[in-house]
């Protein structure tokens, strides 16, 4: 499977099953593949690989350092369900 399979069946479960978050694409060189925004305002980045051979380059691990050193909440995944269950415990997290 692509990372381009797995970035598009993750924004596809998210439009069918989660409508309380938005999915927005990110074409910055460097940046994470997608960003989750979240009802109660928390935003999430989301970074997809390519299953078991996928690689973060070093500007990739630069920009990842520094949305996290400003607060931002990152995650680099090689599968859809595992992006699925991040957004899925957030929003249940937000509802506690």
Request: proline content about 4%; charged content about 30%.
């Amino acid at each position: 499977m692509k990372e381009t399979d797995i970035t598009q069946d993750f924004a596809t479960y998210v439009d069918h099953n989660l409508p309380q978050a938005m999915v927005a694409k990110i074409d910055q060189q460097g940046w994470p593949d997608r960003l989750i925004f979240l009802p109660s305002g928390r935003a999430i980045f989301i970074e997809f690989k390519k299953p078991g051979t996928g690689r973060l380059s070093d500007y990739q691990r630069y920009i990842i350092r520094r949305l996290t050193a400003n607060g931002g909440e990152v995650h680099v995944v090689d599968n859809d369900k595992e992006a699925c269950h991040i957004v899925e415990h957030a929003l249940r997290e937000a509802r506690k």
